[in-house]
């Protein structure tokens, strides 16, 4: 066993004990996190796949911002569902079924396809294919048509959120604007 | 070298695990926080995949890359509709948000 495995072993218990806790604790912040240590983990496997642009991308954008905005969520609406509330619906063990034959029957098709047994090769050059990703979202004849369409979707997705999330009754501004009420 | 069916056993993990925090949690914010566990577990596939079966073509990481992006306005809107439903029924419970149910 070489130390990449250890390595490997290692985070793939961070990552699945934390993502355990995630859907299993009753505190929600302390579930948000769990999430951030979950992610910090495929952070890790990121890296040790070799793509550490990825790795980057990971901490940045998913422990940076989405965990963030995860924690924010929790505490604004902390009020109604006090942390010794039921957590889980009454169906739970219907979910924990489904997951688990699916987990099953993943577990034997993995195991069944004789190409997923391939050894890697030789690790790509870093600059190399990270010159090479920064290229091809640009180019005309590879992706810049979804790179474009990704950043529209972002920037429609984040005006649609404030959009939806505004205060519900806001005064006209010639009214009554002195008084205060009408926040939410 | 670390085999490839170790990331996709794990990665298989990671997505059970989100399935099931979405299909058995309450509350609202918690749903999100397993979907979020299943996108990471497909971006884990796709990376694993680019990785020890063609390094040389980059359209893996160019997917992992657009699900980042896809994750960010999800987890965005998502959460705006949460915050939006709890200022006007005063709930983030998923089972009490039925005004659409038939």
Redesign the interface.
């Known amino acids: 066993m070489t130390l990449l495995q250890l390595i490997f072993l290692a985070a793939a218990a961070l990552t699945l004990g934390a993502a355990v806790m995630v859907v299993t604790t009753s505190r929600l912040v302390h579930a948000a996190l769990w999430l951030i240590l979950a992610l910090a983990g495929v952070a890790v496997l990121f890296a040790l796949l070799d793509a550490p642009f990825l790795a980057i991308v990971q901490v940045v954008v998913y422990i940076g911002a989405i965990a963030i905005l995860i924690i924010f969520a929790a505490m604004l609406t902390r009020r109604v569902m006090q942390d010794s509330g039921r957590q889980t619906t009454r169906t739970w063990w219907l979910g924990l079924l489904a997951a688990l034959l699916l987990f099953g029957g993943l577990v034997v098709l993995v195991l069944q396809v004789p190409g997923f047994q391939a050894a890697g090769g030789a690790a790509p050059d870093p600059q190399a294919n990270l010159i090479d990703l920064g290229r091809s979202l640009v180019d005309v004849n590879a992706f810049i048509l979804p790179f474009e369409l990704a950043s529209v979707l972002l920037l429609a997705a984040l005006i649609g959120a404030m959009f939806v999330a505004r205060p519900e009754s806001r005064k006209p501004p010639g009214g009554k604007s002195g008084t205060p009420g009408g926040e939410a | 070298?670390?085999?490839?069916?170790?990331?996709?056993?794990?990665s298989?993990?990671?997505?059970?695990?989100?399935?099931?925090?979405?299909?058995?949690?309450?509350?609202a914010?918690?749903i999100?926080?397993?979907i979020?566990?299943m996108l990471?577990a497909v971006?884990?596939n796709l990376?694993?995949f680019?990785?020890?079966?063609s390094?040389?073509v980059?359209?893996g990481?160019?997917f992992?890359?657009?699900v980042?992006?896809?994750?960010?306005?999800?987890?965005?809107?998502g959460?705006?509709?949460?915050?939006?439903i709890?200022?006007?029924r005063?709930?983030?419970?998923?089972?009490e948000i039925d005004l659409m149910k038939w």
């Open positions: 070298m670390i085999p490839l069916t170790w990331y996709l056993l794990l298989a993990a990671l997505l059970c695990i989100g399935i099931y925090g979405v299909l058995s949690r309450r509350n914010v918690a999100l926080m397993g979020e566990l990471n971006n884990l990376v694993a680019w990785r020890y079966l390094p040389a980059i359209s990481q160019v992992a890359v657009m980042f992006a896809v994750a960010a306005s999800e987890a965005a809107v959460l705006a509709l949460i915050i939006s709890y200022r006007r005063s709930t983030v419970v998923a089972e």
